[in-house]
């Protein structure tokens, strides 16, 4: 019997062996899957930021769902939530009609957008993923525009369906521009810091004022406060109002893509709180539901010219989500949550930039609030050479050590820290100290 027969003629046990799970896995499922490559566990139970496995073992989550758990895994707020619908007897399918849950969940959300936007905000349940916000806030500026380019970034992220993708850094498009995304470590101007991000905003001003630039007639630009999946980029605050007013100015509809940057996760609830700018649209998924699938467009009323049934879609209803959201955003704001990310985001940066020195393989140390990152290089180039080898061997040293992070970066290697917000003084001390002795162990590995 092969074992996709055996696995039809058996039926799934909670018990089952991890390794005969794990098995299955790789027969049946696309050979797509991403986080199951490098995380083969097979996790049964999980509280804060501890997952526990099918074999018993635990591990410190600091991948916490791509960003998602900000407040960590099952936390008993989100878990009440979800119980009181349930117990509720209230309908789990709604489409899109207005229930008392969708309605207190729209009420906390406008509560915590920027004043600026929630005062005169149109708001758009999209189907369940980031990506679906994304494409729906593409079609909402060009139909609001009329226009069909598209401004956006080089190492931006955005998803994988069509639009989101063209969007995104890695993509050929024609309809998209691309800009330079400020960043210090590897400035595209070789200058670095507030000069380097000048000089990006400098270049993206003279290009869409060129009348021999060349470029499609932009309907919006999209981009992130902090790049994630490109690599933990903090963009500079002088630099996002920049881009504000470039926007502003020629009459381009701006658009936050803040599905991983939201809620707290960078030191303010918002990531263009840092900058205090306004955009025009937002998108907003991931931390918002709470754990559960939901996404959502947020824009100014100016930009609502959708004809009714302009963006339909079955799945726009989620109520446990709703339920777990709004949960989650109120008490991330009456926690001060991100506060709590800045301040010890910033002492977690401090901590990194000391293992960084004794480590010359770590070529950088970035970040804000809880959206930290490690560039791993080959400490024998000149040239900083990226090292995915050995940012994998870390990922990998993490993970015998009962760490979960991830990779990110132009190259895939940065290591990327995304605990949750409720992550404790002792708990950073604890990842801190499995990250140290996993690049200590990697490093000597690869360069003995
Ligand atoms: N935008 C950003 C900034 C993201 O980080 C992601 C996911 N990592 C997405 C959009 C897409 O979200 P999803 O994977 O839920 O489609």
Redesign the pocket.
């Known amino acids: 019997m092969t074992e996709q027969a055996a696995a039809a003629a058996t039926p799934a046990t909670p018990a089952a062996a991890p390794e005969g799970i794990l098995r299955r896995q790789s027969l049946r499922e696309s050979a797509a899957r991403t986080y199951a490559r490098s995380l083969p566990i097979v996790p049964v139970r999980a509280r804060g930021l501890t997952i526990e496995g099918a074999d018993g073992r635990r591990y410190l989550d600091c991948l916490s769902g791509?960003?998602t758990l900000a407040l960590g895994h099952n936390h008993p707020v989100v878990l009440e939530a979800i119980r009181t619908v349930l117990d509720s007897g209230a309908p789990l399918q709604v489409l899109d009609l207005a229930t008392p849950v969708k309605d207190a969940f729209t009420t906390e959300l406008f509560a915590s957008l920027p004043p600026g936007l929630a005062a005169d905000a149109r708001i758009q349940f999209c189907g369940p993923?980031?990506?679906?916000a994304?494409e729906a806030a593409l079609k909402l500026v060009h139909t609001a525009t009329g226009r069909t380019g598209l401004l956006a970034f080089t190492g931006g992220?955005?998803?994988?369906t069509a639009g989101?993708l063209a969007a995104s850094g890695g993509a050929r498009e024609s309809r998209v521009t691309r800009l330079p995304y400020p960043q210090d470590y590897r400035c595209p101007f070789g200058v670095g810091g507030s000069e380097g991000a000048a000089l990006a905003a400098r270049w993206t001003e003279n290009l869409l004022d060129d009348p021999k630039g060349g470029i499609p007639e932009p309907a919006g630009m999209i981009l992130?406060a902090v790049q994630?999946?490109g690599g933990v980029l903090p963009a500079p605050d002088d630099w996002l109002r920049r881009m504000r007013e470039i926007t502003e100015a020629r009459g381009i509809p701006l658009i936050a893509?803040e599905?991983?940057?939201g809620v707290g996760r960078t030191g303010t609830f918002w990531g263009v709180d840092h900058a205090g700018i306004v955009p025009d649209v937002m998108?907003l998924?991931?931390a918002i539901g709470g754990s559960l699938p939901l996404?959502v467009l947020v824009y100014r009323s100016g930009l609502d010219v959708w004809e009714p049934g302009a963006h339909a879609g079955t799945f726009r209803g989620n109520q446990l989500a709703m339920a777990a959201g709004a949960a989650t955003l109120a008490f991330v704001r009456q926690n001060r949550l991100a506060e709590r990310a800045a301040a010890l985001g910033e002492r977690m940066l401090a901590a990194l930039h000391g293992l960084a020195a004794a480590h010359p393989c770590i070529g950088d140390v970035r970040g804000r609030g809880l959206m930290i990152g490690l560039e791993l290089v080959d400490p024998d180039s000149a040239e900083h050479t990226a090292s995915p080898a050995l940012a994998a061997a870390v990922r990998q040293e993490c993970l015998d050590r009962g760490l979960i992070v991830e990779l990110g970066g132009r190259h895939s290697a940065v290591v990327r820290l995304l605990p949750p917000l409720t992550l404790t003084d002792e708990q950073a001390v604890a990842v801190l100290d499995r990250l140290a002795d996993a690049v200590a162990a990697a490093a000597r590995t690869r360069h003995p």
Do not use: F, I, N, R
């Open positions: 791509a960003g993923a980031g990506t679906d994304v992220y955005h998803g994988m989101a992130e994630g999946e893509d599905v991983q940057t998108v998924s991931k996404a």
